[in-house]
Structure formats: structure tokens, C-alpha cells
């Protein structure tokens, strides 16, 4: 079984289009992310949830919203995309956000090109 | 801030050289420390971490010691092979719980 899972794993769009990406995870962990990787490989924090309550959610555009509709899955919704938002976005999971020693486990990622 | 400073790559070895890559980082508090790892076409897996001064972390032949002196957590195998190419990543647990990442070092390990 897959512990962290995302759809689609690419995602090819047009600009100006809105778009959805899924992430679930079945480890029974209480906290989720979301990373975006450049095309350099640098890895940025976006978004975390624990619980379903927003933790993080650091500089990122309005464009990007991510819902969490229970604590095993966390979605992001992109509006409006922009080619620069053409990165691969990494979902996340461990098991408390106060623990600083967890291991954070990741999903497969989603390349988006936006054209 | 916390931040994580990697050695640039990409790098490359024969197989059976020794691997090292240089981790230094800044961070405020007792951060945890970590290498994943990403092979290619793949999200990052956890290769290894430490959460103390001193712990040494350790797994598939590779090694990093937590060294609060020094600031550092250099990533060690004494003897790489083609499967180890990959791109690998420090990291620090920063002050709000998410992952600093360094940038990334690529390794390329040729027969």
C-alpha cells in the first residue's frame, strides 16, 4: 500500500486554468504539507495542516488554496495558473507537527507544466 | 533564520569511491537534522537523521554525525555504487515544524 499518494502525477495545463491536485495518506498521521520543488530541485514549504487546521502557509499567492477535508487527505487548488507555477509539488505527512524529530514522509509529486 | 547550506554538485565518483557531502547549517534551538534522498523520477525518501548533539545516523552504508560544534552534518558512505546516483537533501526541522531543505547535491556514481 502506498503511504502517500497524489493525482495526477503530471498535470500539463494552459495558462489562466484552475487546477486541482489530491494528496491522501493512510499512515494515520495528524499532519500534511505541501512542498514545491523548482526546476533547479530547491524544495520550498507551502502549506501544513494538522488536524485540519492550517499551520503553515507561508508566502505564498492567493492563487493557492489547499483544502483539507479530514486529516488523511489535503488537496491544493491552483487558480489562475501562471507559468510560473510550472514546478513539481510534493504532498507530505508525519505523524505531529510539535514532535521536531518526526519523520516527514512524501508522496510521489506532481509535475505541472503550465503552457 | 534557520537555513541549511549544501556543498554544490553535481558530483561524481567511480564506483567503490568514498562519498562525502558537506552539510552546515544555521538554526535556532536543538533543530532535528536529516538526508533524503531522491532518485530519479521519484519523491524524496528519508535516508537517515539525527535529533541530538552528537547521534550518529546511519542507514544503506551511509553516515552523518550531528555536530552542534561545528554545525555541520556531513553525509558519509565509504564506498558508493551506481545505485546510490540520486539527488541528495539535508534538512532541518525549522522552528515552525516544516523541513529547511538544502539545495540539493547531485551524486552520479559511473562503473
Known amino acids: 500500500d502506498t503511504a502517500v499518494s497524489q493525482t495526477p502525477k503530471y498535470l500539463v495545463t494552459q495558462m489562466g486554468n484552475d487546477k486541482s491536485i489530491k494528496c491522501e495518506q493512510n499512515?494515520?498521521?495528524?499532519?500534511m504539507y505541501w512542498y514545491k520543488q523548482d526546476s533547479k530541485k530547491f524544495l520550498k514549504i507551502m502549506f501544513s495542516y494538522n488536524n485540519k487546521e492550517l499551520i503553515i502557509n507561508e508566502t505564498v499567492p492567493n492563487r493557492f488554496s489547499p483544502k483539507s477535508p479530514d486529516k488523511a487527505h489535503l488537496n491544493l487548488h491552483i487558480n489562475s495558473l501562471e507559468l510560473g507555477d510550472s514546478a513539481v509539488y510534493f504532498c507530505?505527512?508525519?505523524?505531529?507537527?510539535?514532535?521536531?524529530?518526526?519523520?516527514?514522509?512524501f508522496g510521489p509529486g506532481t509535475r505541472l507544466t503550465v503552457l | 533564520g534557520n537555513s541549511v547550506t549544501q556543498m554544490e554538485g553535481p558530483v561524481t565518483l567511480s564506483e567503490e569511491a568514498f562519498l562525502t557531502i558537506n552539510c552546515t547549517y544555521t538554526a535556532t534551538g536543538y533543530p532535528s537534522l536529516f538526508w533524503y534522498v531522491q532518485y530519479p523520477g521519484e519523491g524524496l525518501q528519508l535516508l537517515l537523521k539525527a535529533t541530538k548533539a552528537d547521534d550518529k545516523g546511519s542507514n544503506k552504508g551511509f553516515e552523518a554525525t550531528y555536530r552542534k560544534e561545528t554545525t555541520s552534518f556531513h553525509l558519509e558512505k565509504g564506498s558508493v555504487q551506481v545505485s546510490d546516483s540520486a539527488v541528495y537533501f539535508c534538512?532541518?526541522?525549522?522552528?515552525?515544524?516544516?523541513?529547511?531543505f538544502g539545495k540539493g547535491t547531485s551524486l552520479l556514481v559511473t562503473p
Open positions: 507530505a505527512s508525519s505523524q505531529d507537527i510539535r514532535r521536531v524529530t518526526d519523520t516527514q514522509y
Open positions: 534538512a532541518l526541522s525549522g522552528p515552525r515544524y516544516a523541513l529547511n
Open positions: 499512515l494515520g498521521h495528524d499532519t
